[in-house]
């Protein structure tokens, strides 16, 4: 199997593309630095694109070492045959490979093997024969025999039906074509365990849905149910199609035998088949659904990570509680803390004009100009308290609800307590939430990536696939970013390309010890951090006011020459790197003397001509700042009864699933905007019209204020 053919085809790229992209993962290059730096050899394939090409790869090989083991193991039983051999060797999945090899795997005790002990594999292959005047009975009496266990010609064809029942069973050909007759005309169906009771998964109690057609969620939520015990699931087809195709396979005539080999074929689909085949089909629903939902989860926790942050704010944390106080904490610009207290004006103390005081003084002694809200118990009275008091103050301050799923998480932890060792577990929630304001991408790192609370049934996935999945996620924002090397947590360091968590110890070990970098070079005396690593990392990492001007860009070390080249060409030196007159001189000599020459004559291709141009026009350049902001609130807030339908309000996409997605409008309870409702138009995935972090205008289609669902429409009047 050419492997690097199959994947250009599959992905239709070009096969240079896929073989240096090949070549380039075993030589241990870092998917983000392939991304970022070797556009001229993968033709500018981006980091997700290359995480599936990877991933493909992965399974292809897997496939491969599979097939190569099988092979080995007939061969050594000699039983290897021109025809196994090419079964083998066109098989594309590792579920057809298991099946061929199945009739050879060494086998635990069944009724077949049973029977062969016996010796009665040969009265089995009589049968299966199928001789006009061949008779069953007469001759399973040559085969009684009480010291094996052999009784009466019953239980030696009993026995010989087994084996042929089992030899019917192990065909490669005949499970294909039934995992496929089941995916065509199966039915997932699923019934209530106890009709009487009640459970979240009464939708699925009378539930039928064909196989083809099911959406990831449901078989999502049947699974959940199932594993619960509040469902019993099974897949039906038509009665008697799997049996007729069983028997399609042989050419039965009307002798005993022949008769017999039916009993047989219904048998081994009713025994052995069908439970073996439901079984790999509804596995494989559940991965397919389980990879659509880690799809959705990482395209959810990548926009929440990219969401732009709120820069140059002195910013107020507030963590709401009733019985125990809201947590505040104060924060300057870079995040670090500057005041902390608690204050009561919840229930059951409510005492509000003492908080009122108290965050008056912060917010003037301060300057704050900003209050991030966690969205936990109470919220809704702590946001009620917070919009009283701005309208009180003369400061001008905004303040926003963020989500503080995973901050008692974090506050829990081992890294916060070895961040802030003075103070209790509430109130390192409390500057969480207000970090999250100012840089979600720097905080939220600090989190299992499953504790954030973007996804759905998560919690269901495989372990490992998801945190492979989800750490991707996380490593390409960080390096897409990029970090600054004299500020950056060991938590954020630790998802750089090339950059392991002991060496991310290191590197702020390095900067306690020795002081603030100056130059990226230096980074090659942190201990364990060799060259490998620094030709992966040295890009990603910037640093501000340092000796070299290009350390604070993402243009990597090994093109600086390049880019005092390219400067030269302009009449321009490093000293010039984002004055406005210099930059627009840059513009005028690329777009006089050609981006094609002038990457020749520089001696690089143009994608990284491209990028050192733009790097160099914004040095420390923040792509997330190109997004729009977040949406900020400082006026009247509404209560769930407040809401009426037809109601036109402002929201923020918090959680995007397969169904639909979640908006924040200012009232504690999302609404949900179902998918036939986010526009006029068809679409297959919610994902293609909304993702989390958008700002969105919505209007109100229904409130139960009882059930506290809220349902919204993003499709515009008429």
Do not use: W
């Not at 070797?38 to 070492?65: A, H, M, P, V």
């Not at 009993?158 to 030899?167: K, L, N, P, V, Y």
């Not at 009864?641 to 959680?655: A, I």
């Amino acid at each position: 199997m050419e492997i690097n053919k199959i994947l250009a085809e599959e992905f239709k790229l070009k096969q240079e593309q896929i073989d240096n992209t090949i070549a380039l993962i075993d030589e241990g290059m870092t998917i983000p630095f392939i991304a970022r730096y070797r556009k001229e050899r993968t033709g500018s394939l981006d980091d997700q694109i290359l995480r599936e090409i990877f991933d493909r790869l992965t399974y292809l090989r897997n496939l491969e070492k599979r097939k190569a083991e099988i092979t080995a193991s007939i061969t050594e039983q000699e039983k290897m045959t021109d025809e196994i051999a090419d079964a083998i060797a066109k098989a594309v999945t590792l579920v057809e490979v298991e099946d061929i090899y199945r009739p050879f795997k060494p086998k635990r005790k069944t009724r077949a093997s049973v029977a062969r002990e016996k010796g009665l594999e040969p009265l089995a292959k009589l049968i299966i024969a199928q001789e006009l005047d061949a008779n069953p009975s007469a001759e399973a009496e040559k085969y009684i025999d009480e010291e094996k266990g052999v009784e009466s010609a019953e239980s030696a064809v009993a026995g010989a039906m087994d084996i042929i029942a089992e030899d019917i069973s192990d065909n490669a050909a005949l499970r294909k074509y039934l995992r496929t007759l089941f995916g065509q005309i199966g039915r997932i169906v699923s019934k209530a365990s106890d009709e009487e009771a009640e459970t979240v998964y009464e939708n699925y109690y009378e539930f039928s849905e064909p196989v083809s057609k099911i959406a990831g969620h449901r078989i999502l939520a049947i699974d959940r149910g199932e594993k619960e015990g509040a469902l019993k699931v099974s897949i039906d087809v038509p009665e008697g199609a799997g049996e007729r195709a069983c028997i399609s396979k042989f050419k039965l005539n009307d002798s005993d035998c022949g008769k017999l080999v039916e009993e047989a074929c219904i048998d081994s689909y009713k025994r052995l088949i069908y439970p073996s085949i439901e079984r790999e089909i509804r596995s494989d629903l559940s991965e397919k659904a389980q990879e659509g939902a880690i799809k959705v989860f990482s395209s959810n926790l990548r926009q929440l990570l990219m969401q732009p942050p709120v820069k140059g704010h002195c910013t107020l944390g507030l963590d709401p509680a009733y019985r125990t106080g809201c947590k505040i904490a104060v924060v300057d610009q870079t995040g670090k803390v500057l005041d902390t207290t608690v204050v009561y004006p919840t229930p059951p103390q409510n005492k509000i004009a003492e908080a009122k005081k108290i965050l008056s003084k912060l917010i003037e002694k301060y300057n704050v100009t900003t209050i991030s809200i966690g969205n936990g118990t109470a919220s809704r009275e702590s946001e009620a308290f917070v919009a009283e008091l701005i309208k009180e103050i003369p400061q001008k301050v905004s303040y926003m609800v963020v989500s503080e799923a995973g901050a008692s998480v974090y506050s829990a932890s081992k890294l916060a307590a070895q961040e802030f060792p003075e103070f209790d577990v509430s109130l390192r929630s409390a500057v969480s939430i207000a970090r999250r304001l100012q840089d979600p991408l720097a905080e939220l790192v600090k989190i299992d990536p499953k504790a954030i609370g973007v996804g759905q049934y998560q919690h269901d996935m495989p372990k490992a696939r998801l945190d492979e999945a989800l750490s991707g996620v996380v490593e390409n924002c960080v390096n897409s970013v990029g970090v600054d090397l004299n500020t950056a947590s060991h938590s954020l360091l630790s998802y750089i390309a090339g950059v392991n968590a002991t060496v991310a110890k290191n590197i702020v070990a390095y900067r306690e010890e020795n002081g603030e970098f100056s130059d990226r070079k230096q980074l090659l005396k942190v201990p364990k951090l060799g060259a490998k690593a620094y030709e992966q990392c040295a890009g990603f990492l910037r640093i501000q006011g340092g000796k070299n001007p290009l350390d604070n860009t993402s243009v990597h070390p090994e093109s600086y020459n390049a880019a005092k080249q390219l400067l030269e060409k302009c009449g321009l030196s490093l000293d010039d790197i984002s004055v406005s007159t210099s930059m627009e001189t840059l513009d005028s000599t690329v777009s006089k003397l050609g981006s094609n020459t002038l990457a020749d004559e520089i001696g690089i291709g143009v994608p990284t001509l491209t990028d050192i141009i733009t790097e160099l026009k914004k040095p420390g350049r923040d792509p997330r700042d190109e997004l729009p902001p977040p949406l900020m609130r400082s006026g009247d807030i509404m209560e769930l009864k407040d809401l009426k339908p037809g109601m036109e309000l402002m929201g923020t996409v918090r959680n995007v699933i397969d169904f639909g997605a979640f908006v924040d409008i200012g009232v504690h309870e999302d609404g949900l905007v179902h998918i036939s409702q986010l526009c006029d138009r068809y679409i297959k995935h919610p994902l293609e019209v909304v993702k989390v972090g958008d700002v969105v205008k919505v209007r109100v289609l229904d409130v139960d204020v009882k059930k506290k669902r809220i349902s919204l429409t993003m499709k515009p009047k008429g």
